[in-house]
């Protein structure tokens, strides 16, 4: 590999560190992690747009659909979604709050 800089690398290598690597991981490693997520998303994107496509729309069901059989993935998806909601609707209701008097 090239010891190419792209704006994944320094998650990558906090990642690394963080999971038992060396305060200065290969770059090698880096390197290829970063392809390997780079394609994981490619891919990723390009089922899912076809799906939306045959559809007319794309949906967050259908993403839960091709991450079905990997449980653990899917079951983070489900609750970072599920706190994402949250977020939004404690923003919608944080701006209805009548004015405070103070």
């Known amino acids: 590999m090239s010891g190419k800089q ?3 690398n ?3 290598k906090n990642l690394l560190i963080a999971l038992g ?3 200065e991981p290969n770059k090698e490693s880096i390197d290829f992690l970063d392809t390997v997520l780079r394609n ?3 891919n990723l ?3 899912l747009g076809e799906i939306g496509r045959k559809r007319g729309r794309l949906q967050t069901d259908d993403f839960f659909f091709y991450i079905r059989n990997d449980e653990k993935y899917l079951r ?4 970072q979604f599920a706190r994402y909601q949250n977020f ?3 923003k919608k209701n944080f ?3 009548p004015p405070s008097k103070y």
């Open 95 to 97: 701006k209805n709050l």
């Open 45 to 47: 994107t390009k089922e």
């Open 76 to 79: 983070e998806a489900k609750d």
């Open 40 to 42: 994981y998303v490619f």
């Open 6 to 8: 792209t704006e994944f």
């Open 10 to 12: 320094e998650f990558i």
């Open 21 to 23: 690597d060396p305060e």
């Open 88 to 90: 939004i609707q404690s």
